[in-house]
């Protein structure tokens, strides 16, 4: 009799977990069109902006290592920059040839706290890691 009723509680357990699966996986098909057409820059109707996370230059991480949008801000008696250092041109960067913000190595596992969207940086920018990218 035990033995019974063991397969008949595995049964409506199988059976329960199945069903939950059935039920939730259209949702699959539908998060991630979502997520295309907002990488696309069409307007969702869900609130959140499309507009990139750009990185504050008062963010913690970012002081800490003197991140400037505009490079020729930074004081190159104090860090040492070159004229020719621009986050575009940094191993860092990851941003297309010709894009004004990109993604940075450092930055990009972060998200904005209110779009949800990883940080990108000012390919005009600079900071203290910066490296030169390889030929």
């Not at 033995?3 to 098909?29: D, H, W």
């Not at 004081?75 to 986050?87: I, L, M, P, S, V």
């Not at 779009?115 to 890691?129: L, Q, Y």
Request: proline share 7%; hydrophobic share 35%; aromatic share 8%.
């Amino acid at each position: 009799m035990a033995a019974r009723e063991t397969k008949s509680t595995e049964r409506r357990k199988f059976l329960n977990t199945a069903l939950k699966g059935i039920a939730v996986a259209p949702l699959g098909f539908i998060l991630p069109v979502t997520d295309v057409l907002a990488a696309k820059g069409v307007p969702s109707n869900d609130g959140i902006s499309s507009e990139i996370a750009k990185l504050p230059e008062n963010d913690r991480q970012a002081k800490a290592l003197s991140y400037k949008e505009d490079a020729t801000m930074v004081d190159t008696a104090q860090f040492n920059r070159k004229e020719n250092q621009f986050c575009s041109n940094c191993q860092l960067f990851s941003g297309s040839p010709g894009d004004i913000w990109g993604p940075c190595a450092i930055f990009s596992y972060r998200a904005h706290p209110s779009i949800k969207k990883p940080f990108e940086v000012s390919a005009n920018g600079w900071c203290k890691s910066w490296g030169p990218r390889a030929a």
